[in-house]
């Protein structure tokens, strides 16, 4: 069985706050989904936003996913890095020209266009450079994540993806465009997504879409069903690897694939999420009129997840040895009420000094980290390299 391993032991000359890795169980996550990419022949890239770190790029890079980049600079990180440049592929709702040159440069597998000017820019700028862009179009498809309203990508309201009442509009576009090789469509609902339902839904949404461009005479090679698969924040230790088997069985179940269509996921969290913890000490027990407060040397400039979007991390006292348990509001040294990891929360009698683990932060944890306060910048402590 896999496990996150924490070791403790080795802990005592860090100086906190710092980013711990476990590389182990990283490599397993990793293997699990490059066995169920294999076994259903599906591609599946990285969605590098979630974590950028040179170490954890390397690693996915030797697991075989390709990378999906949301800016020029994560572009070249990963081509930097030795991804294959056939797997990576590009999307955001604003590419500038710069980027746009950037990922022609390096011959990318293709972009995923959200924009009917977008489409335009590029081939414009393709045709200048000489090259041909491979595009897909990112479609809003218009179904509800139900997760947090933040992460919420695939609805009309949101500013992703193209509407399908553009559809046609865009494929005139594009079939006028001389630097632009069409290769299919792409969506993303959101992140965070842990009602299989939503993935259900969105395999009858591309099945509808997939269905209109072939009555269209339209070919679509590509399929990217994007990302979004959640891991369990509450209990990171049981379920350290997210059960990818029953994600990719929905997609394997109800899309209906056309001879010679390859499907292609971009998940980002589900691969990172759980290996990474971010390690701090107590600094201050303070007991307030209403509440007791833990007042940690770790705040949002290092994890921004809870300010950001009230986003729940289990916390954990690492050192603490008391029976008696306490209830206690987990707080950061930042000067903003919102710098709050959690609130009465029960923990171990807890005293300064004690270690404290905030786990499931490898996803968007160090990435969106911050100098705010003029901070220093996290420590960065892999399980291998200890
Ligand atoms: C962020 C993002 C992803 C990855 O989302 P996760 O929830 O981390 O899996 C995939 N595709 C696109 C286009 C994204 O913007």
């Not at 170490?55 to 697991?63: G, P, S, Y």
């Not at 590029?122 to 992460?151: C, E, F, G, Q, Y």
């Not at 809870?306 to 987990?330: F, R, W």
């Given at each position: ?100 040159e950037t990922a022609l440069s390096h011959n990318i597998f293709g972009f ?90 969105l395999c009858s949404r591309i099945n509808d879409v997939s269905s209109l ?174």
């Open positions: 069985m896999a496990q996150l391993n924490i070791p403790l032991e080795k802990f005592g000359s860090i100086r906190t706050p710092f980013y711990f890795y476990d590389v182990a169980l990283l490599k397993e996550t990793l293997s699990e989904v490059a066995r169920l990419e294999k076994a259903h022949h599906f591609d599946v890239h990285y969605a590098v936003k979630a974590n950028v770190n040179d170490r954890i790029l390397e690693i996915i890079n030797e697991a075989g996913l390709g990378a999906d980049c949301v800016s020029g600079n994560e572009v070249s990180r990963v081509i930097g890095i030795g991804f294959p440049s056939e797997k990576v592929v590009f999307a955001g709702v604003g590419k500038t020209d710069r980027e746009i995923n266009c959200e924009s009917i000017q977008e489409v335009q820019v590029i081939n414009s700028i393709a045709l200048n450079n000489n090259k041909r862009a491979n595009v897909s179009i990112r479609i809003n498809p218009n179904v509800d994540a139900k997760t947090h309203k933040h992460i919420t990508t695939g609805l009309e309201e949101n500013k992703f993806g193209i509407n399908l009442t553009d559809l046609d509009a865009v494929l005139e576009v594009i079939k006028a465009s001389k630097g632009i090789d069409f290769k299919g469509l792409h969506f993303h609902i959101g992140s965070q997504v842990t009602d299989m339902s939503r993935f259900l839904e461009l072939e009555q269209k005479g339209i070919e679509v090679e590509h399929i990217n069903a994007g990302g979004g698969l959640g891991i369990d924040y509450h209990d990171p230790h049981k379920n350290c690897i997210p059960n990818f088997a029953e994600y990719f069985n929905v997609f394997n179940k109800n899309l209906k694939l056309k001879p010679g269509q390859k499907l292609h996921f971009e998940l980002g969290r589900a691969i990172v999420g759980q290996c990474g913890v971010l390690v701090s000490r107590v600094l201050y027990e303070k007991a307030g009129k209403k509440k007791n407060f833990l007042i940690l040397d770790a705040g949002m400039s290092e994890l921004m997840r809870p300010a950001l979007y009230q986003a729940y991390h289990l916390i954990g006292n690492l050192t603490s040895k008391s029976m008696e348990q306490n209830e206690y509001d987990v707080v950061g040294p930042i000067c903003e009420t919102t710098d709050s990891f959690g609130q009465n929360i029960l923990l171990p009698k807890s005293s300064r000094g004690d270690l404290f683990a905030i786990y499931s932060a490898g996803a968007y944890g160090q990435v969106l980290s911050n100098r705010y306060n003029l901070r220093d910048v996290p420590e960065v402590i892999y399980s291998d390299r200890i």
